[in-house]
């Protein structure tokens, strides 16, 4: 899930956005003093993130690496925010508080309608801020495709496309893949619409 619309005024510390989000009971993230109310996600939204971060869990048994889901915030100290990914791998030298983490290898996020284009514009500029950040995956939930950015160790990012369930996505740092068939285990796609191929032709 991302941020969508500020629903405060800008300015708070990182004190009162974290007094914020216990008094109020919700996620937000923040952006230089500045908040925003997270999105709702879908059922296959959220079964796809889930899947996700068991995949990830499992692989990640007996790695210098711990594996968390949307409730636990990263901050990114170069531009002063702090965000709710999907998925993220943090690994030994990463730094971990109590409210937050810093520093994945791996951040995961599940493609929407309304947060496809900040997920792959802005979000990503500000999570290429990170140093130590090798993997960017996304995730799409109307049909089986992933997209996956590696940075190189010249730290360009390349991109590898998967298609399918039976595609895998190899994770070389791990030495592991994680399999499309365990992303979208129990997922059901909405059938495509038709309508405008099935609509009768308008006469002249």
């Known amino acids: 899930m991302s941020a969508v619309l500020p629903q405060h005024d800008p300015g708070l510390s990182h004190e009162e956005y974290f007094a914020l989000e216990q008094r109020e009971d919700w996620r937000y993230e923040y952006l230089a003093g500045e908040v925003f109310a997270m999105a709702g996600g879908s059922e296959s939204h959220a079964l796809i993130a889930s899947n996700a971060l068991i995949a990830l869990g499992l692989a990640m048994r007996n ?5 968390y889901g949307s409730d636990m915030k990263t901050r990114i100290d170069s531009v002063d925010k702090f965000c709710y990914p999907d998925v993220q791998v943090v690994c030994e030298k990463s730094r971990r508080e109590q409210r937050f983490v ?69 994770l070389d740092a791990w030495d592991l893949a994680l399999e499309m068939r365990e992303i979208y ?20």
């Not at 790695?63 to 594996?67: D, G």
């Not at 140093?131 to 997209?147: F, W």
């Open 185 to 204: 285990r129990d997922v059901e796609f909405a059938p495509r619409l038709e309508a405008e191929a099935a609509a009768p032709e308008q006469s002249p």
């Open 102 to 170: 810093a520093g994945p290898t791996l951040i995961v996020e599940v493609l929407s309608d309304s947060t496809e284009s900040y997920d792959r514009g802005l979000k990503f500029e500000h999570y290429r801020q990170i140093p130590e950040l090798r993997y960017y995956l996304l995730i799409d939930q109307t049909r089986a495709h992933a997209e996956l950015f590696q940075k190189s160790d010249d730290g360009r990012w390349w991109l590898s496309a998967f298609d399918g369930m039976e595609a895998s996505m190899p």
């Open 63 to 67: 790695k210098p690496c711990r594996v």
